[in-house]
């Protein structure tokens, strides 16, 4: 019987189990990777305290932290189900069951798919959804990135270092995302950005060489070796049917991080908080975890 089980270990899970393990609480954190979205990024120069770090770099120093205090960690160990029974929380993934009195769920987002033709078929063979994690591998090549929103904004500013030219495919009228970002990307040469366009179908062989894009009803070809699918992300919460989420599939919490279910709290980009940004999920991760410390201080077991 633990005190607390965490699920996810990106931001929000690794700053819920250091505070929890400040707290003395016996915590176990399960999670099918450390360091979550944080690790895709590619630079960030908005995380207090680093004026400039990587993804990757950042990410490594959040797991650094976790594993000083020793505790109980299964990685690559997804949960598969939550359910309350009494006072008791069970949590299953596909190699156990664990009991805990509370149970934070920071399990983040996960990519969206194109869902066009050859979109599966060419998956690791051209076809990728993350640039910090791929883009090395199409070094001097055409790429195209899909999206238009900080993610995919992210994904041309790191990729304009790495590739010979980026095509920008965006479905809307204009790119959203950061005014910094969108200036450096409109002012280079190395980029050419579609708006209101859409892709129809990923070509190719063995691997991708071209894609099909239809702009405002005429389709045309763009020769690619690389496509990187920045669309949007979603919640990874499924495993929780029973807990109340929004019209976006984000569990919904209050200001105490505390969900619909008494006892079951949640941290992050998978939580219905506004705006998703690595120093408010860890921030999230923290308050989740001391209302966690409060909720068992108060019930009796």
Not at 46 to 75: M, S, V
Request: aromatic content about 6%; charged content about 25%.
């Amino acid at each position: 019987m633990y005190d607390l089980i965490i699920i996810g270990a990106g931001p929000a899970g690794i700053t819920a189990a250091v505070y929890a393990a400040r707290k003395r609480m016996k915590t176990l954190v399960l999670t099918g990777n450390i360091g979550g979205q944080a690790a895709w990024s590619g630079d960030i120069e908005n995380y207090t305290g680093y004026q400039f770090i990587t993804g990757p770099d950042l990410a490594a120093k959040f797991e650094e932290h976790l594993r000083k205090y020793g505790l109980e960690l299964k990685d690559n160990e997804q949960a598969t189900a939550v359910k309350k029974s009494g006072d008791i929380i069970q949590v299953q993934s596909a190699k156990g069951s664990y009991e805990a009195r509370v149970v934070i769920i920071a399990s983040g987002k996960r990519t969206k798919d194109l869902n066009v033709p050859g979109e599966n078929e060419f998956k690791n063979k051209g076809v990728t959804y993350c640039a910090t994690c791929d883009g090395p591998l199409f070094s001097g090549k055409d790429v195209a990135v899909i999206g238009g929103g900080n993610s995919a904004l992210d994904a041309v500013l790191q990729l304009m270092n790495i590739a010979k030219h980026v095509y920008l495919i965006n479905i809307t009228a204009n790119l959203g995302g950061d005014a910094v970002m969108r200036e450096k990307i409109e002012s280079s040469k190395m980029v050419t950005i579609l708006n209101n366009s859409r892709v129809n179908a990923v070509l190719g062989e063995k691997f991708v060489n071209a894609i099909k894009v239809i702009k405002e009803g005429k389709e045309e070809t763009l020769a690619v070796q690389g496509v990187f699918v920045e669309i949007g992300l979603i919640p990874n919460s499924e495993f929780a049917p029973d807990i109340e989420r929004n019209q976006l599939g984000e569990i919904k919490v209050d200001c105490h991080n505390e969900t619909s279910i008494s006892g079951i709290f949640a941290a992050g980009d998978v939580t219905d908080v506004p705006e998703k940004q690595i120093i408010i999920a860890a921030g999230e991760g923290s308050k989740a975890a001391l209302s966690a410390f409060r909720y068992l201080s108060q019930h009796k077991f």
